[in-house]
């Protein structure tokens, strides 16, 4: 009988994983490299296994146990196509699922409970609980979405930094330090662009924000678009008597202050992510017939 549940979070960066027991007592972890399911499905599905064999040996279990615990993975592109069955079929888990990182994040951060999850790095994206019942929306990419994301805060200073040097829109100090960066060559700004990813646009979001709670006006102006996009996506997904809002990501924070209007809601979260997946992984070793949902 299956008597340990293993939840995963597949980052695109890392693989983390922890083994509970049937209580949800977290008893090992591990950790492996990225899995990118979308552009390496392969050792993705590699890394995945390593990180749980990992978190096996780290509670003094037999690796070889893997063939009989009950997993829940989280990780990006799992609703893409058919992708999450993939990995679903080649997992080595008596019981597996694979399902978005926006389930597990809700799932740690909510718990059980109802509510609204934003969450707010490189990208952005937004996961509801109501009655039970799941929704999301945005998270569709850098070029056509995510907005308020870090890479949106940083596109739209490069933007409002060739506006400035163009006479167009007035300039200030953080449109002046841009230009400074590049050699005050416009032409260079472009060139970073026409290259960048959107992990290369994120990393000025701290200095739009540094700016911003400096007064800088074209940072202002920045974070609060940014702020207004938030509330319209929360305002989609909100309902009366909603009893929480928890804002995730490493841009979390940094939002607070400019999102007043929803004080009143804005909640902790309970846990991250991998406790999210562990729970929800716990939930198929001790009830397969509910699966992971």
Known sequence: MTELAIGIDGGGTSCRAAVADRNGKIIGRGKSGPANILSDLENSLLNIVESAR?????????????SSVAAVVGVAGANVTDYGQR??????????????????????????ADGIVGA??????????????????????????????GARLGRDLMERSLLAHDGV?????????????YGNDPERIVEFAHSARPTDF???????????????????????????????????????GCPS?????GLAGAYEPWLSRY??????????????????????????????A
């Open 120 to 149: 707010f790095g490189t990208g952005s994206v937004y996961n509801a609980r109501k009655d039970g019942r799941l929704s999301g929306i945005g998270g569709w990419g850098f070029v056509v979405g995510d907005q308020a994301s």
């Open 245 to 249: 809002i928890c804002l995730l990501g």
């Open 263 to 292: 004080r009143p809601l804005l909640a902790k979260p309970k846990n991250d992510a991998l406790h999210g997946a562990v729970e929800l992984a716990v939930k198929l070793l001790t009830d397969p017939q509910r699966g992971a």
């Open 54 to 66: 990992q978190a096996l040996r780290d509670a003094g279990i037999a690796a070889e146990t893997i």
């Open 87 to 112: 990995i679903e079929k080649a997992l080595p888990f008596a019981e597996g699922r694979v399902v978005t990182d926006a389930l597990i994040a809700l799932q740690g951060a909510l718990g059980d």
């Open 202 to 240: 994120a990393r000025y979001a701290p200095m739009v924000f540094e700016h911003a709670t400096r007064g800088d006006a074209v940072a202002v102006g920045i974070v609060t678009d940014a702020a207004t996009a938030i509330g319209e996506s929360l305002e989609a997904l909100l309902w009366p």
């Open 169 to 181: 829109r007035p300039g200030s100090p953080i449109t002046g330090a841009v230009m400074a960066e």
